[in-house]
């Protein structure tokens, strides 16, 4: 049974940090690429970045550039979202995403979700 397990969401004012955290069982972690999405109240799941098995990053959200750092720790069986100058904006639900395509199709894997609320 596959597995991804968020934390490390809470509130925080702006400004501030939080680290996320995925970790995953039930799949070979090093084969998948690892990705962090979030959804907003009333808005789309969005992709936020993500880190190819061979541990290549895109953040695809031009509004986190550095300030988000994605890490994966193969040994670990986790994945790792720094986020750094935390904006109101910012405030969502953040899920981990495992994905994999091969020949045999595409393995597509959530987790649950961790709220992030950045407010004074």
């Known amino acids: 049974q596959v597995q991804l397990v968020e934390s490390g969401g809470g509130l925080v004012q702006p400004g501030g940090s939080l680290r996320l955290s995925c970790a995953a069982s039930?799949?070979?972690?090093?084969?998948?690429?690892m990705g962090w999405y979030r959804q907003a109240p009333g808005q789309k799941r969005e992709l936020v970045a993500v880190?190819?098995?061979?541990?290549?990053?895109?953040y695809a959200d031009s509004s986190v550039k550095g300030r988000f750092t994605l890490s994966r720790d193969n040994a670990k069986n986790t994945v790792y979202l720094q986020m750094n100058s935390l904006k109101a904006e910012d405030t969502a639900v953040y899920y981990c995403?495992?994905?994999?395509?091969?020949?045999?199709?595409?393995?597509?894997?959530w987790g649950q979700g961790t709220q992030v609320t950045v407010s004074s």
């Open positions: 995403n495992a994905v994999r395509v091969d020949f045999s199709g595409r393995y597509d894997y």
């Open positions: 039930g799949i070979i972690f090093s084969m998948y690429a």
């Open positions: 880190i190819t098995s061979g541990g290549l990053t895109n």
